[in-house]
């Protein structure tokens, strides 16, 4: 079984400042993914970025980036530029590569509550 | 594209009582996932279903929980009798099949919030 960590339980920046949120996660498994997830008060979970383990080049999405450290198994996202819209919950989400086919269940960390100061 | 629904959006029961989650995938996604997220938590997957067979129903609390997508498309998840620590909010997620390198279409809904009193 995978386990997922996020040791910061909440954060505050002002607008316009880089943050960085931390994750670690524990497995056997060789090929895998792994994501960032944003969940709003609306409770819908929103797909931030995600990274494949047997790529080396760390995922970038407009503000949002990763830093993958495989052999550490560590998994932090960087927010550039933040803004008062990112204000949420912050999920790092583990995936097994299926081996039959489709996605397998994620599992998730408890998160990180962002909060994004005027 | 419409998304994931789910219905109801609240639901509020007294101990013991029984309670049922009605989830509608996105169209053409042959898997459907149910998660719990109880406050403060991660969502944990309850069950995975791929078409109307289940692929994984290992953390689902067998007892008091049951699930099942009929046709496979739509989906129902009901608790009987609820508990107390029942109370969380219940997540419907579908995925394509294939698309691996497109996260599979991987697709929430809003969720149900259920408060057991």
């Known amino acids: 079984a995978q386990t997922v960590t996020q040791s910061q339980p909440e954060m505050s920046v002002q607008e316009a400042e880089t943050v960085t949120l931390s994750c670690t996660y524990d497995?056997?498994?060789?090929?895998?993914?792994l994501f960032w997830y944003k969940q709003p008060p609306s409770r819908q979970m929103i797909l931030v970025i995600r990274q494949e383990a047997y790529k080396q080049q760390n995922a970038t999405e407009n503000r949002f980036s990763v830093n993958f450290q495989k052999a550490a198994k560590s998994f932090s996202l960087k927010i550039s530029d933040s803004q008062l819209g990112d204000t949420a919950m912050y999920f790092c989400a583990f995936m097994k590569r299926g081996s039959g086919g489709g996605a397998d269940g994620l599992t998730f960390g408890k998160g990180t509550h962002l909060i994004i100061q005027p | 594209e419409a998304g994931v629904a789910q219905s109801p959006r609240y639901k509020i029961i007294e101990k013991r009582q029984s309670v049922a989650f009605w989830c509608n995938p996105i169209s053409g996604h042959a898997t459907l996932y149910w998660y719990q997220q109880i406050l403060g938590q991660g969502p944990k997957l309850l069950i995975q279903f791929q078409n109307n067979g289940v692929v994984d129903d290992s953390q689902l609390p067998k007892d008091r929980f049951s699930a099942e997508r009929l046709k496979g498309v739509d989906s129902t998840l009901k608790i009987q009798p609820a508990k107390l620590e029942d109370s969380a909010v219940y997540l419907c997620a579908s995925s394509l099949v294939t698309a691996p390198s497109a996260n599979y279409g991987y697709t929430f809904g809003s969720g149900t919030r259920l408060t057991v009193v």
């Open positions: 497995t056997s498994e060789s090929n895998y993914y």
